[in-house]
């Protein structure tokens, strides 16, 4: 099983325009080879410098899909983090996070960053941003690249298939 984190969008901009917002932060934080393009993430997708595989794409959720019936977001652009087990798994988040947190910043909109439909990292509801109450997830380093204001609040999917 590939360790993934999903950050999905319920934004009024396109997938090219989140693909293009992406690769800006990710060009700026140093993590993409200068020579990526935005086209690239809505292709085959793009590895970090460090080995974390990300692609971005229009998802189709089902209405039984566990973002739409448990968190009341309905994704319209989705962005997949697969990490490279091979590697410094912690490292690899802490780029999952300046990422998202990035993407937070520009793009407008519902937002959840998950790990498999088991834990809900982030969940953002129009200004309102909120982070797990796990502090293995979110230690110091990690909380001081996140947005300003948020809060801790633990949300979870239900135990239903």
């Given at each position: 099983m590939s360790i993934s984190h999903g950050f999905n969008l319920a934004t009024s901009m396109s997938v090219t325009e989140v693909a293009d917002t992406l690769n800006d932060v990710a060009q700026g934080g140093r993590l993409f080879d200068a020579t990526t393009q935005a086209a690239d993430l809505l292709s085959e997708g793009v590895a970090t410098r460090f080995g974390t595989w990300i692609r971005v794409f229009s998802p189709n959720p089902r209405p039984w899909n566990p973002?739409?019936?448990?968190?009341?977001?309905?994704?319209?652009?989705?962005?997949?983090?697969?990490?490279?087990?091979?590697?410094?798994?912690?490292?690899?988040?802490?780029?999952?996070?300046?990422?998202?947190?990035?993407?937070?910043?520009?793009?407008?909109?519902?937002?959840?960053?998950?790990?498999?439909?088991?834990?809900v990292w982030l969940l953002r509801r129009g200004d309102e941003l909120s982070l797990n109450e796990r502090d293995d997830l979110w230690p110091a380093d990690r909380l001081a690249v996140v947005p300003r204001p948020f809060s801790r609040e633990t949300h979870e999917f239900s135990d239903e298939d």
């Open positions: 973002l739409v019936t448990d968190l009341r977001i309905t994704p319209t652009v989705s962005v997949v983090f697969r990490l490279d087990k091979t590697t410094d798994l912690r490292g690899q988040e802490d780029d999952v996070v300046r990422l998202v947190s990035g993407l937070l910043e520009r793009i407008p909109g519902d937002a959840v960053l998950q790990y498999h439909y088991e834990t």
